[in-house]
């Protein structure tokens, strides 16, 4: 099917590692961050979300954290295993409901 | 099943043609959104929905349609495809409340020639 990861930053890592996705936001008034994880030929999917009075949250294998002063979000994924390979994308939004702006994402390949 | 559908899942039309994306959502969320997904471009947002009977703009919605009738249906249509209009389009919904994470379907494939 059609590839959304070509063109794209590219992290290559090894099963078993630890991955860590950037992300530079561009909204300094954001006050809600998420990752998404998408597969090949499917929709993105939810990770983790963060508010701004955040700077860490912790999920299932997973870390966001937040640095609001250089506007900054990573996603920190413990113990990486093949069916983690996807891209990931962040998004952010502000003020009590607003539509989300999302980044242009990050291809993870993890090799056995 | 509940959930978030989208039809067809490919479609091939021709330029000029008008053509209907549909989403179907099952859990009533007041919040729907179409994205379209280009390589180099990441998600765009085309038009989005706070509840049944209103539309907003967003980011590129020139040459797309909506309407919301319907808190369930949130059909996209394009009245004259363009070969710039092929893409891989998502609808979304989401409450709009407290976690305003979307959820995404799985997407159509588009492709105009």
């Known amino acids: 099917g059609e590839s959304v990861g070509l063109h794209l930053p590219t992290l290559s890592v090894q099963e078993g590692d630890n991955s860590i996705i950037n992300c530079a936001y561009s909204?300094?008034?954001?006050?809600?961050f998420i990752w998404y994880k998408q597969e090949s030929g499917k929709g993105p999917q939810f990770i983790i979300d963060?508010?701004?009075?955040?700077d860490k949250r912790q999920g299932q294998r997973v870390t966001v954290l937040l640095n609001k002063t250089v506007k900054h979000l990573s996603l920190q994924i413990a113990a990486t295993q093949p069916g983690d390979s996807a891209v990931y994308f962040c998004a952010e939004g502000f003020g009590g409901y607003s539509t989300l702006t999302f980044g242009k994402g990050t291809m993870l390949l993890v090799s056995p | 099943d509940a959930g978030i559908t989208q039809s067809p899942r490919y479609k091939i039309t021709e330029t000029g043609r008008q053509v209907t994306l549909m989403c179907h959502q099952t859990w009533s969320h007041s919040y729907m959104f179409w994205y379209r997904q280009d390589l180099g471009h990441g998600l765009r947002l085309i038009y989005y929905?706070?509840?049944?009977?209103?539309?907003d703009k967003g980011e590129v919605p020139d040459g797309y349609v909506v309407s919301r009738s319907k808190t369930e249906n949130f059909p996209l249509t394009l009245e004259s495809a363009t070969r710039s209009q092929t893409s891989v389009y998502f609808c979304?919904?989401?409450?709009?409340?407290?976690?305003?994470?979307?959820?995404f379907g799985s997407g159509t494939r588009l492709t105009v020639v």
């Open positions: 963060i508010r701004s009075n955040m």
């Open positions: 909204n300094s008034a954001s006050d809600y």
């Open positions: 929905s706070a509840a049944a009977d209103i539309t």
């Open positions: 979304a919904s989401s409450t709009g409340t407290g976690e305003v994470g979307y959820t």
